[in-house]
């Protein structure tokens, strides 16, 4: 099982997966995207609070769900790739980069979108929003320094160890709303508690946060395809 | 549905939509581009 994974840290290999899983993967976040938008535009009920703009939490919120999981998964690859010296994880983490840093800004757009109409300000210094904007610097940062840094294997290094110093932001993002008595609102859904909101309503968080999730993951596939051909330009294997 | 209409906050809701379309709508289209581009360069010596 081991000697299996380990054949697809050939940039070839991966590659060659690469290719053959991005369509499936596209298909189902169309998919998934279609069912979670009927369900959270058409068939979900309007918040007896909030109105019509808690329809913009079926973006906002899986939208920053996936800001931090693609953070988690970035670091973990930088730091897979700085401590192995394994090259295609290095290219993985690379290729997360602007995907998260993607859904960080639809995070903090889509939140001052829908705190306008409900808290009447679209922005506030507020522990959630102030740490989710770190977070969007975190990627620049990132993004930034993987081309500022001529040696790959320099600023891979450099990219990894900001990534694992800016994980100490996820779990201030995460329990913020706990921490500190912020305007944001707590959590919307947890594993402790059944939800408060109706079915419908879960359903299309959870269906958009799938999309998203696929969406995620092709992109991610899709970008590290970029950096292989990039990194193996000249390679024998891809003239063939 | 007031949202379709524009009413009740209905134009924040489609601005968040229709950000979030195009900031991800991009992304495949730059990497494909890229990805266009690098296959067409000269390999490296």
């Known amino acids: ?23 499936w993967l596209w298909a189902a976040a169309l998919a998934f995207a279609a069912a979670g938008l009927v369900m959270g535009l058409l068939v979900a009920p309007a918040d007896a609070v909030q109105g019509e703009s808690s329809r913009i939490l079926f973006i906002h919120v899986p939208a920053a769900w996936m800001s931090m999981l693609v953070y988690l998964a970035m670091a973990g ?41 409900t808290w009447g300000t679209w922005w506030v210094w507020d522990a959630r929003l102030t740490s989710e904007l770190i977070l969007l610097f975190l990627y620049v940062g990132f993004i930034a320094l993987a081309g500022a840094v001529e040696e ?46 109706a079915h419908t309503m879960l359903a299309g968080l959870l269906l958009m946060t799938l999309a998203m999730w696929s969406y995620a993951v092709a992109m991610a596939l899709s970008r590290a395809r970029c950096e292989v051909l990039e990194h193996e330009a000249g390679a024998r294997w891809l003239k063939a | 549905m007031s949202w379709l209409t524009l009413e009740g906050h209905g134009v924040y809701v489609w601005c968040a939509y229709g950000v979030s379309a195009i900031a991800l709508a991009l992304q495949p289209w730059l990497a494909r581009r890229r990805r266009r581009a690098l296959r067409r360069r000269e390999p490296r010596a």
Not at chain 1, 79 to 106: C, D, E, H, K, Y
């Open chain 1, 1 to 23: 099982m081991r000697s299996r994974l380990f054949r697809f840290a050939a940039p070839s290999r991966f590659y060659r997966l690469a290719e053959r899983l991005e369509p």
């Open chain 1, 77 to 117: 690859w930088a730091a897979v790739g700085w401590w192995l010296n394994a090259r295609m994880a290095s290219m993985l983490a690379r290729a997360l980069a602007p995907t998260g840093a993607a859904f960080t800004f639809i995070a903090l757009v889509t939140g001052a979108l829908w705190g306008r109409p």
């Open chain 1, 152 to 197: 790959r294997r320099r600023a891979d290094a450099a990219c990894a160890l900001l990534a694992v110093l800016g994980l100490v932001n996820i779990p201030v993002i995460y329990f913020s709303v706990r921490w500190w008595n912020t305007l944001h609102q707590g959590a919307s859904i947890t594993l402790s508690a059944a939800p408060k909101m």
